[in-house]
């Protein structure tokens, strides 16, 4: 049995069908088998998303919620990496048991720095990895021409030609290697390239819409053509993309009118506008720092977030966003934060004040700013890791986006693309013999394809495999020394409550 799944970005439901008739494969593929919309995780970070599909895991359980750690105060983070999880991936079950995987382009899947990215075959693994971020220097294993990445893309035309490299370096493993599973990332429709796309060529976004759709369109075609009809194919995208002529919510800014953040001595005495132009003038020629992730995840700092280090006085502050892909914001806690002044005694009642602050929260035209305000322990149950937001924070829906950039007022206008919720699955194939009418989210997807292979669903996996879906049902089991070596210490309890622990 073999298993295809395509990972898309910015595909939901409402583009699938209007856009129909430029993706008449994919069209194809969803009419054959069953749909479903796709609950992405909280946050909504690229990274956090696609590492809850690859471990059918929740972010508070595999332990990715950002781009970078948060080991300190904003401005001292480090990149994540693979040693940062808590689980393991789907194909590193599969070749315990000997069954071999193909995984092109997922944005979490390599550890090694990037000069040393390469296209790995590891007989121990059974795993061919192919890197889907940036490489510093060519090397003999990776596509030496560019663009192989979204970060070289700046044109309609150097899209199309990324993924039809990336079709034809697929289609060579699948054809010429054994495999039972094989994973392709399709970058497409995320906010920022999107938005490069539509400036770069002068086009409106619909035209480069259709001419990304159609490019995705036949690299699933020349695949469907690499691989039987015995095959299981599923398509996954956690989210989709939405243009937003809106506002952008200046997290930290309404936590200072809170009084629970605190500006630097220089912002105080000379404004705010003052000390961006004084601290972003001489930023304007710095390169981005580069992270784990491609661009497509957003992961180069931004020099807001650099202008915010300076704006605030993190450690004299009780609250503060570090992040504005992190899902929240994060408490000074004592013992956590180098210089912590939330103790176990007003823990709670800081955490409040934060929800009080931000829950009926309107954006200048009286709309709700937030979808949704909330205690971490409301949507992350259990002992999470470190990196998990105090207070969880969501503008899904809404006509809002968040920033961390330091403003004159909380709220300032915003014009561009934003991730929207729900995203799209599809699953048709041999192995697929019912349909399914609840919303999936994104860890059911690894749960799904053991599912489709026959195989038994790893019992550390905590996504769902809906029922009467596969042919041979849910089956549990355990895979004894899978990632045994992965996990983070949890953080000790500062509220002294036994149902819930930083």
């Not at 599973?181 to 086009?203: K, S």
């Not at 993309?241 to 952008?248: E, I, K, L, P």
């Not at 920033?403 to 729900?422: A, C, K, L, M, Q």
């Not at 045994?484 to 149902?499: F, K, M, N």
């Amino acid at each position: 049995m073999q298993t295809l799944v395509f990972s898309f970005d910015g595909l939901d439901q409402q583009y699938l069908e209007r856009y129909s008739g430029v993706m008449p494969t994919i069209s194809r593929l969803r009419r054959t088998g069953t749909t479903a919309p796709l609950d992405p995780p909280v946050p909504q970070a690229p990274i956090s998303a696609w590492t809850t599909v690859a471990t059918g895991t929740a972010p508070h359980e595999h332990g990715i919620f950002d781009h970078r750690t948060r080991d300190g105060y904003p401005g001292s983070e480090r990149p994540a990496n693979l040693a940062d999880r808590n689980r393991p991936y789907v194909w590193e079950y599969l070749a315990s048991q000997g069954a071999r995987a193909v995984v092109c382009g997922l944005p979490v899947m390599s550890a090694a720095p990037p000069s040393k990215c390469r296209i790995s075959r590891s007989d121990g693994e059974n795993t061919t990895l192919i890197p889907g971020r940036n490489t510093r220097g060519p090397t003999t294993a990776t596509p030496a021409s560019r663009p192989w990445t979204t970060a070289d893309v700046h044109s309609c035309s150097d899209l199309e030609v990324l993924l039809e490299r990336r079709r034809r370096v697929c289609q060579d493993c699948l054809e010429n290697e054994p495999w039972e599973l094989a994973i392709v990332h399709v970058p497409i429709l995320t906010p920022r390239l999107l938005a490069r796309l539509t400036r770069a060529d002068g086009a409106d976004p619909e035209t480069v819409r259709r001419r990304a759709l159609h490019s995705a369109d036949r690299l699933v075609e020349g695949l469907l053509d690499s691989v039987s009809e015995t095959t299981t194919v599923i398509g996954c995208s956690p989210a989709g993309v939405r243009h937003v002529d809106g506002y952008a919510v200046h997290l930290n800014e309404l936590l200072v009118e809170a009084g629970q953040l605190e500006r630097t001595a220089v912002a105080k005495q000379t404004g705010i506008r003052k000390v961006l132009e004084r601290l972003t003038a001489p930023l304007c020629n710095v390169t981005p720092s580069v992270t784990v992730s491609d661009e497509n995840a957003d992961a180069h700092r931004q020099h807001g977030e650099t202008t915010a280090w300076a704006a605030y006085d993190w450690e004299r502050s009780r609250a503060f966003c570090p992040s504005q892909t992190g899902g929240g914001i994060r408490l000074n806690v004592a013992g956590r934060e180098p210089n912590g002044k939330i103790t176990n005694s007003i823990y709670r009642e800081t955490q409040q004040a934060v929800i009080d602050a931000l829950a009926d929260c309107v954006d200048p035209d009286g709309n709700p700013a937030f979808e949704f305000v909330c205690r971490r322990d409301h949507l992350y149950p259990g002992r999470p890791p470190r990196d998990v937001p105090d207070v969880v924070v969501s503008t899904a829906g809404t006509n809002c986006t968040i920033s961390t950039e330091p403003n004159r007022t909380p709220f300032s206008g915003f014009r561009g693309f934003v991730r929207s919720i729900p995203g799209h699955c599809f699953l048709t194939g041999p192995a697929v013999c019912g349909t399914t009418t609840r919303r999936l989210t994104g860890a059911d997807i690894a749960p799904m394809v053991m599912a489709s292979l026959g195989r038994p669903v790893p019992e550390r996996m905590t996504g769902l495999v809906p029922e009467g879906l596969f042919r041979d049902g849910e089956i549990r089991g355990t895979y004894r020394h899978v990632g045994e070596r992965l996990g983070s210490l949890p953080e000790r309890s500062v509220t002294g409550e036994d149902d819930f622990r930083l």
